[in-house]
T-cell receptor, first 117, second 119 residues
Framework: EAQVTQNPRYLITVTGKKLTVTCSQNMNHEYMSWYRQDPGLGLRQIYYSMNVEVTDKGDVPEGYKVSRKEKRNFPLILESPSPNQTSLYFC????????????????FGNGTRLTVT | AQSVTQPDIHITVSEGASLELRCNYSYGATPYLFWYVQSPGQGLQLLLKYFSGDTLVQGIKGFEAEFKRSQSSFNLRKPSVHWSDAAEYFCAVVLTRNAGGTSYGKLTFGQGTILTVHP
């Protein structure tokens, strides 16, 4: 089954304690992206990756890091989490090569709810 | 700047009633437009999309949307709402970006509209 898998689904941590949220897709998609969802703000892009070893900042990258060492994985790293990073996080992927570069839909994971106290 | 606006934060309808969710965009060229739905505890699922051609597009679950260039709108409609349609709905526009030698589309989402369905 084609899917994007995020782990964990729920995470409660304390300020300053490094954490990683994993994301894996089995569709051989080139493009992967992280979003955070906050009430009244919709989804805002944190980082994205066009392919292996190619990453770039989205709209709200501060306080986050990513890596893309393999095509299927795109972990989100919070080196020193703060309470304002409490949010619902989504990983997504899609194909971007050929004719599908504009019209291929994003496939989303089920989300990770992070609470930083 | 390019943007997507969903004017209604929360809409409540009765089951069987018709539904229209509003979406307005600000974009210089003809946009690529999407509607996604997010059920509780789930990721987002694509409902429908518009790129060109017929301005009335059909999607899954009985939804449709109409692109109106003159109004910069892409409103989502359903003639008869079911209780299972209760969810949050997001309008999104694709903005053209270039990175690593590849041109691709970056999705920008609206703020979302929460739909409540009364029995």
């Amino acid at each position: 089954e084609a899917q994007v898998t995020q782990n964990p689904r729920y995470l409660i941590t304390v300020t300053g304690k490094k954490l990683t949220v994993t994301c894996s897709q089995n569709m051989n998609h080139e493009y992967m992206s992280w979003y955070r969802q906050d009430p009244g703000l919709g989804l805002r892009q944190i980082y994205y990756s066009m392919n292996v070893e190619v990453t770039d900042k989205g709209d709200v990258p501060e306080g986050y890091k990513v890596s893309r060492k393999e095509k299927r994985n795109f972990p989100l790293i919070l080196e020193s989490p703060s309470p304002n990073q409490t949010s619902l996080y989504f990983c997504a992927s899609r194909a971007v090569t050929g004719a599908s570069s504009y019209n291929s839909p994003l496939h989303f994971g089920n989300g990770t709810r992070l609470t930083v106290t | 700047a390019q943007s997507v606006t969903q004017p209604d934060i929360h809409i409540t309808v009765s089951e069987g009633a018709s539904l229209e969710l509003r979406c307005n965009y600000s974009y210089g060229a003809t946009p690529y437009l999407f509607w996604y739905v997010q059920s509780p505890g789930q990721g987002l699922q694509l409902l429908l999309k518009y790129f060109s051609g017929d301005t009335l597009v059909q999607g899954i679950k009985g939804f449709e949307a109409e692109f109106k260039r003159s109004q910069s709108s892409f409103n989502l409609r359903k003639p008869s709402v079911h209780w299972s349609d209760a969810a949050e709905y997001f309008c999104a526009v694709v903005l053209t970006r270039n990175a690593g030698g590849t041109s691709y589309g970056k999705l920008t989402f609206g703020q979302g509209t929460i739909l409540t369905v009364h029995p």
